[in-house]
């Protein structure tokens, strides 16, 4: 500990430098971090809403709810207490002479479905050509009595509730019920049994028979890695920050290499005094930890201030446990590069030093 | 007489194997008592340097017996030598003792910290105003004389209260007046405070204070 800070505050220059390596690599591990848990929340975060457990897919989909085209009357196959049917529109949300328009996901459930969201002004929907819309929506202008359009068609609907921020696919979601979300999208059949779905979201369900249409079961977990991009995305992003800690492990372990192998006649010389490996790795231990800490702390605070700054359009959130455990992580990595210098200390021979 | 301070019985040290063994030591036998300065002299590759690393625990001997206080260092392992060093051996080298990043009285301090203690202001304080360092004392080593660097290393060996003071050429990096200082000071500390002084030298002209004198030849020691 003494001979490791005491070392620093006398060579600042070369430790500020390596701290500032240190810090730009954790820096960049927190906004890839952001970045990735910002694109995951856009994508899941309605589906994470729904608290279910699995979803009912048309099996050709290619389990993308999207793509998948089913019947009301397909919940026949199913048996459950909660099973609710859902229907997706993408388009943009107009409010008279396109005042405000803005690309949304439009989600359709029965009116007292358990995905259905619960208002917090406002109130739920309880007749035709309803909406309640996220909060994120609700912050670009739009408000309670607003009516508005989405996608081509003309008709209108009324803002009738607002619920808290969620979005799916990357944009802020309104709910409505199912006819309404088949009246806007223009489907042939927009009332009974016969009108539309995406699918079926449930809580605790199973096919009644082997005999189940065209219906596959899918769990959520599934069902997320296989929203469009997502995968592709995460492994991208958390492949770069994963190569980013063997690149911090690395830099670390390179420099206390060469500082080491700089010192090995002062280290022989402590081991003459009897100051044996144990306090020279303690010591260097002492500096990359010290190094680590100041880095990923100042890289914190850099990336919380850029998240202040950053465009709303950039999908950008600090998930503080995560970038928690990729500090703990990048210290971890500081630590295992300068343990690399181990055995090289520990040869040291002092007669050799000093001879 | 009482028990030696340190001795070496039948020491003998060998490098290497067949044709290209060396016989760095030979049947040495020496002992020192408290209060004596006691010079080792002889020419270079004599074997002065390998007495010393034996005497300090930095190697083994091939042969023989070291006995500290009467005490054989039967334990070998690396650990009890280290121990062994830090508690019981002052070691001053030739030049470069010092850590470059630590002032005169951290130096100190470190001993302190490795020994989990207080640092013990006053001792340091008495060891440096009676090497005339008082005013040095907050300086680096780069700041400081060679004659001051080594006086540094002096304190700074006697500060954990060594049985044996083991010092190798301390005067080589020194020109003639102030090897003649280190050399008084080194017999004062024996003489005054009843220390035990090894000092190794080539220089004939810096034994006179010494009142033992060992000669080595090609690894064999005599006293004279
Ligand atoms: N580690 C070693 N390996 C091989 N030979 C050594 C080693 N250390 C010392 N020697 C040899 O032992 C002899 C004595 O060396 P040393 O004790 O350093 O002499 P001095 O200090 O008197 O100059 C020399 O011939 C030297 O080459
Ligand atoms: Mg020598």
């Keep these: 500990m003494y001979l490791g800070l005491k070392e620093m505050a006398h060579e600042k220059l070369r430790y500020t430098l390596l701290t500032s390596v240190l810090l730009l690599i954790a820096l960049v591990v927190f906004c890839l971090a952001g970045l990735a848990s910002g694109l995951a929340y856009g994508n899941r975060q309605a589906v994470d809403a729904w608290q279910a457990t699995s979803i009912y897919l048309n099996k050709d989909a290619n389990q993308n709810l999207s793509a998948s085209q089913l019947k009301l009357a397909d919940d026949k196959y199913i048996t459950g207490n909660k099973v609710e049917p859902i229907a997706t529109l993408s388009g943009t949300l107009r409010t008279k002479n396109d005042g405000l328009k803005t690309s949304i996901s439009a989600l359709g459930t029965a009116r007292k479905s358990f995905l259905m969201p619960k208002v917090t002004s406002g109130h739920q929907i309880d007749g035709k050509n309803q909406i309640i819309i996220s909060a994120d929506i609700y912050a670009k202008g739009y408000r309670i009595g607003d009516r508005v359009r989405i996608g081509t068609t003309d008709k209108t609907v009324k803002i009738v509730g607002v619920y808290a921020k969620n979005t799916y696919s990357i944009a802020p979601t309104i709910y409505t019920d199912v006819t309404t979300l088949n009246q806007l999208r223009s489907a042939p059949i927009t009332s009974g049994d016969n009108q539309p779905v995406n699918g079926f979201v449930t809580r605790r369900s199973q096919f009644k028979t082997d005999q189940h249409g065209e219906l596959e079961k899918l769990t959520i977990t599934k069902f997320i890695q296989k929203l469009p991009g997502y995968q592709a995305q995460q492994l991208t992003l958390n492949t770069m920050i994963y190569f980013l800690f063997v690149m911090a492990l690395a830099i670390i372990g390179i420099f206390m290499f060469i500082l080491t192998l700089q010192k090995q006649a002062l280290f022989g010389v402590l081991k003459v005094q009897g100051i044996g490996t144990k306090h020279i790795l303690a010591a260097i231990l002492t500096q990359s930890m010290v190094m680590a800490i100041a880095g990923i702390a100042l890289g914190l605070l850099i990336t919380v201030g850029l998240a202040q700054v950053m465009p709303a359009a950039l999908p950008f959130t600090i998930d503080w446990l995560q970038m928690g455990i990729y500090s703990a992580a990048l210290l971890v990595a500081a630590v295992l590069g300068a343990l690399l210098s181990w055995r090289t200390i520990a040869k040291i021979d002092p007669v050799v030093a000093i001879g | ?224």
């Excluded at chain 2, 039948?10 to 049947?27: E, I, M, N, S, Y």
């Excluded at chain 2, 036998?29 to 074997?47: H, K, L, R, T």
């Excluded at chain 2, 302190?112 to 001792?123: I, L, N, T, Y």
């Design chain 2, 1 to 224: 007489m009482t028990t030696p301070t340190l001795s070496l019985h039948q020491v003998d040290k060998t490098f290497g194997h067949g044709r290209t063994t060396v016989h760095a030591l030979k049947g040495a036998d020496f002992e020192i008592y408290p209060g004596q300065f006691v010079a080792i002299i002889g020419p270079s590759g004599s074997g002065k340097s390998t007495f010393l690393t034996i005497a300090a625990g930095l190697q083994t001997p091939t042969n023989g017996e070291i006995r500290l206080n009467g005490v054989p260092l039967t334990s070998q392992s690396e650990k009890s030598r280290l121990a062994y060093r830090f508690n019981e051996i002052g070691f001053i080298l030739q030049s470069s003792n010092l850590i470059p990043f630590l002032t005169v009285t951290e130096q100190l301090r470190l001993v302190d910290k490795v020994a989990r203690r207080k640092f013990q202001q006053e001792h340091a304080q008495k060891l440096l105003t009676e090497f005339g360092l008082t005013k040095v004392s907050n300086a680096y080593p780069s700041e400081l004389s060679g004659g001051e660097r080594q006086r540094v290393a002096i304190v700074r060996a006697l500060y954990n209260h060594p049985s044996v003071l083991l010092a190798d050429e301390p005067t080589a990096s020194l020109d003639v007046a102030r090897s003649q200082d280190v050399v008084a000071r080194l017999a004062q500390e024996a003489h005054q405070h009843h220390k035990a002084i090894i000092m190794v030298t080539h220089n004939q002209r810096l034994i006179g204070d010494c009142d033992v004198v060992y000669r080595i030849e090609d690894g064999v020691m005599s006293k004279s």
